[in-house]
């Protein structure tokens, strides 16, 4: 019978022939220091994590690489890639292009103004909820609302508010003695148009996410400025809005990176491969490149150099991320 129990416990590995639990110097037991094998750890685990691996590796990395190889040759069309010669002439041809110059401008105008606006307006927003006033998450939604919508959608919606003839836009400037513009066709005017409904469909997320940073400060902080006789424009300018600099951050990368992928929202709202030359931008370019001149090589080029910047705003975030021990 000890035999028998003695073959089960060392199977089971809990206790010991007197039917204790083994104890270990540092005051644990022996049972709490094992661990599986890592073999068999990975070969349990492989089932879960190597199928989306591979997919993600192929589809995405694959294709971003597959894509740089062809941004090396003359592709053109539908024709076989000639892997043989590879160079740069198709970057060079870009930065002797005033095309993409202008299209690159025009990028980095519509990112900086749409992030910065939205930043401005989500704090104020912030601002005004954090004051606990009525229906405050009636006007919490509404706010937020429009983030929920595609940029097609939203494209459709502010073409009709553009509309020269009809559009309220066009009607309030009216009223206002202003007269009336085209929007979208005036390559002067259009960038505007395009960033000032951006900034409406996505300052409502800027808020929450203020929102979310003022709700995470402590009340004493508050009691601290008002027993210290800080007014509240110097309480918040002084204490609170610099406690929101993570929430800042966060925002702000998110928001830019939405301004590179403003590709739909204008080739919606100006239905064409050729929008006007205010408001070309690098993913218009792109896609005009592609599929409209069938240029597939000068196409994958502008989208490696779209891609890198959408690294150089992300990659410093991790980093920033990753030595405050949040990732």
Known sequence: ?????????????????????????????????????????????????????????????????????????????????????????????????????????????????????????????????????????????????????SFVVTAQFWLWMYNYNDGMVNTVTTTLGLGRHHWITNPSLVLGAVVFALIWQFSGYAMVVYLAGLRAIPNEHFEAARVDGASTAKMYWRIIIPQLKGATISATVVLMVFGLKAFDFIFSLTGSYYPPKGSDILATMMIRQAFAQNHRAYAAAIGIMLFLLALAIVAPYLVYQYRRGEL
């Open 1 to 149: 019978m000890k035999s028998i129990l003695r073959t089960v416990r060392g199977v089971v590995g809990d206790d010991d022939e007197d039917g204790e639990r083994p104890v270990r110097t540092d005051g644990g037991t022996a049972s709490e220091g094992r661990t599986l094998p890592v073999s068999r750890e990975f070969l349990g685990a492989l089932p879960f994590w190597l199928p989306p691996f591979l997919v993600v590796g192929l589809f995405v990395y694959g294709a971003i690489g597959w894509n740089a190889l062809i941004s090396l040759t003359d592709l053109q069309a539908f024709n076989d890639p000639n892997y043989a010669n590879l160079d740069f002439e198709m970057y060079a041809q870009a930065f002797g292009d005033p095309a993409f110059i202008s299209a690159l401008r025009n990028t980095f105008v519509l990112m900086l103004a749409f992030t910065v606006v939205c930043l401005v307006v989500g704090l104020g927003l912030a601002l005004l909820l954090d004051q606990h006033i009525r229906f405050e998450n009636t006007l919490r939604t509404i706010y937020l609302l429009p983030m929920s919508l």
